[in-house]
């Protein structure tokens, strides 16, 4: 065989592994779109559940009041992008899954008092290199 030969070999072959790929992709493309919109949907439902859960903390109430509304904005916010088919399960795993993130994060992020030392060593203060001076301290110019 020539070269000619090899390289039309190659194209032929080539194309039908094209064809062959192109069949598998059409015949699973459904499969595929699924799965792709079902990951895209928990991404959302853990959104809206990292939101709704920082908003009922900021409202404040029991811990079920605060459950009940974090749910509520979830299912809102679901049916406003016309995402279904998620169960109340999922919707309470998400907001666990964002009460904890909020709470590690809390953990890390604690204010802290300044620290004020009460003897401090002569050498250590910080002293004024200006002369004093008196200020007027007359309210409106009297």
Do not use: C
């Not at 194209?11 to 799965?35: D, E, H, M, P, Q």
């Not at 959302?44 to 404040?60: Q, R």
């Not at 009460?118 to 250590?124: G, L, Q, R, S």
């Amino acid at each position: 065989m020539t070269t000619k030969d090899w390289i039309y070999l190659g194209i032929t072959v080539a194309s039908y592994l094209f064809a062959i790929i192109a069949g598998v992709y059409a015949r699973n493309k459904s499969k595929i779109n699924t799965t792709t919109k079902a990951g895209q949907a928990l991404d959302v439902l853990g959104k809206l559940a990292t939101n709704a859960v920082h908003e009922a903390e900021y409202i404040g109430g029991s811990g079920q009041e605060k459950r009940e509304f974090a749910s509520e904005i979830i299912t809102q916010g679901l049916s406003w992008f016309g995402i279904k088919n998620v169960t109340p399960n999922q919707v309470n795993g998400a907001i666990e899954k964002a009460v904890n993130a909020m709470n590690i994060a809390n953990q890390d992020v604690k204010p802290t008092e300044p620290e004020i030392a009460e003897n401090v060593p002569e050498k250590d203060i910080v002293k004024s290199t200006e002369p004093a001076t008196a200020k007027d301290v007359t309210v409106n110019g009297n």
